[in-house]
């Protein structure tokens, strides 16, 4: 498979989609045990132990390779859009991150076209339009926030224990709460205005419930910080900071976000 090389406002959807680039779901290859173990079910496996390695890439051809042999194989593509959006999020090039979200996109719609009013249909649809609003024009991230809402609503009655959709929630809250006036006017003068009811409060108490349900993850740890340190907290933040460094990384974003708060704590400390 071969991947192409290469203010406030314009941040809100594209961050909102860093949330469940960090999804933990786990799509697990169901009953293998029950029956004997086909090629496909083998190679489910086989990807299902690249996942749980954090060898994304590996598990990414193992369940396209699925999908070559059985296009409509569901965990299949649940775990082929959850890793491309994994993989888009931690690439410096924007040309690759575009052709991966493309892909998760492309992943999800086909689990809509299965199981529209399943959980993990909204979940990996609302990460891959989250991510794809980077490369959006105004109009579309304008969409795109409400229908964002109605994905995080839809998630959150059907579970609320799930850190990442507190997460997402909580980003969603946070940059919505800090768009401008002037901002705000445009959008509804233009395209319908943004959906209401954001506030940095509610952002942070999504925060604070991701972190009660993961406090070992980093990206949690940080971005609470961080929103404690724009919301003119820098003590709250440089608790959380330090809180972030003191974590053993596991996933491969881990170190990206202790390198972040190491920064960050540089800049904060008296």
């Known amino acids: ?31 293998l045990a029950a029956e004997p173990e086909t090629d496909v079910l083998k190679t489910l496996r086989w990807a299902l132990e690249s996942k749980s390695r954090y060898a994304d890439r590996r598990a990414l051809d193992l369940y396209e390779e699925v999908l070559e042999v059985q296009p409509d194989q569901r965990e299949a593509l649940w775990n082929a859009a959850y890793l491309h959006i994994r993989l888009g999020w931690v690439h410096p090039d924007a040309s690759s991150r575009r052709w991966h979200y493309q892909q998760a996109h492309r992943y999800a719609a086909q689990i809509f076209q299965f199981q529209p009013d399943s959980y993990e249909a909204h979940l990996v649809m609302g990460a891959a339009k989250a991510k794809l609003a980077e490369f959006m024009g105004n109009g579309e991230k304008v969409r795109t926030a409400r229908e964002l809402e109605e994905h995080a609503r839809f998630l959150l009655k059907q579970r609320s ?19 401008s006036v002037a901002d705000r006017f445009f959008a509804a003068l233009l395209f319908g205005g943004l959906p209401t009811g954001a506030s940095t409060d509610q952002a942070i108490e999504c925060l604070q419930k991701a972190i009660a349900l993961k406090p070992d993850y980093c990206a949690y740890q940080h971005d609470l910080g961080l929103f404690y340190e724009r919301t003119g907290n820098p003590s709250k933040a440089r608790e959380l900071y330090r809180t972030t460094l003191s974590i053993s990384p596991k996933a491969p974003e881990d170190s990206i976000f202790i390198e972040k708060a190491r920064k960050r704590l540089a800049k904060l400390e008296p």
């Open 1 to 31: 498979m071969k991947i192409p090389r290469g203010q406030t406002f314009d941040r809100c959807i594209s961050i909102v989609g860093t949330v469940i680039a960090v999804c933990g779901f786990v799509f697990t290859v169901k009953a």
């Open 161 to 179: 224990d799930n850190p990442d959709v507190w997460y997402l929630f909580g980003w969603w809250h946070f940059e919505l709460a800090r768009v």
